[in-house]
Structure formats: structure tokens, C-alpha cells
């Protein structure tokens, strides 16, 4: 009776070829995924920017660096806008990655610049 190993090894060369397979088409379809939702925040956040790029907004962008740790409330009064628009700013800057709240209340956290803005702006 001959030996099965050659065949089984066949086979599960196979299918660990297969799997292989299975995992770089599935990686990138979410790469692509990903990619498409980074894009998406990003066209968003630069059309906002064309259509509100103003000198609060600008005021703010030049703030973040020199003040990080501030809450809302300190941002607001430093270049006198409303809430809610301190709010879209702060949301814009977090969907894209550039800022994070740290801390663990809103009373005693603050927004801070990620690794990701700190290497854009060295």
C-alpha cells in the first residue's frame, strides 16, 4: 500500500494556498474600505474648510500647536466663536485624525495633537 503523505501534503500546501489567497483579497478589500472612509473625511473636511476657511478657523489651527490641553470653553473665548461651531471644528479635526481628547471628563480633559499632526507640522 503506497504512502498518502505526498498526496496530503499536495493538498494542504492546497490549501494553505488558498488561505493565502483568502486573506490578501480580504485585506484589500478593507485597505480599500478604509481608504474610501479616510477620502470621504478628508474631501468633507477640505470642503468645509474652502467654504468656512476664515480667520477664526485659521486662529484656531494656529492655537491647537502652542495650546494643547485646552477644553472647548478655552477655545470658544480665545477666538470668540459659538459652541457649535467650535464643536464642527473640534468634530472636522477628530474624524481626520489630527487632534484627540484626552482626559476623562469633558471638566478635566482636553484636545491634543495626535502623532499624526505632530509629523505634519515638523
Known amino acids: ?9 499536495q493538498y494542504q500546501n492546497f490549501c494553505t494556498t488558498i488561505h493565502l489567497i483568502f486573506i490578501v483579497e480580504l485585506t484589500e ?10 477620502l470621504k473625511i478628508m ?10 476657511l476664515n480667520k477664526n478657523y485659521l486662529l484656531f489651527l494656529e492655537l491647537l ?5 485646552n477644553r472647548a470653553p478655552e ?5 470668540g466663536v459659538s459652541e ?3 464643536e464642527r471644528y473640534l468634530q472636522q479635526l477628530k474624524e481626520a485624525g489630527l487632534i484627540e481628547f484626552k482626559g476623562e471628563a469633558a471638566q478635566t480633559g482636553g484636545y491634543y ?3 499624526k499632526m505632530k509629523g505634519k507640522l515638523k
Open 84 to 86: 457649535r461651531t467650535m
Open 113 to 115: 495633537l495626535t502623532k
Open 65 to 69: 500647536p502652542t495650546h494643547e490641553g
Open 43 to 52: 474631501t468633507k473636511l477640505l470642503t468645509e474648510l474652502q467654504r468656512g
Open 1 to 9: 500500500m503506497e504512502s498518502l503523505a505526498p498526496e496530503r501534503n
Open 29 to 38: 478589500q478593507l485597505t480599500e474600505e478604509l481608504t474610501e472612509q479616510y
Open 75 to 79: 477655545y470658544i473665548t480665545a477666538i
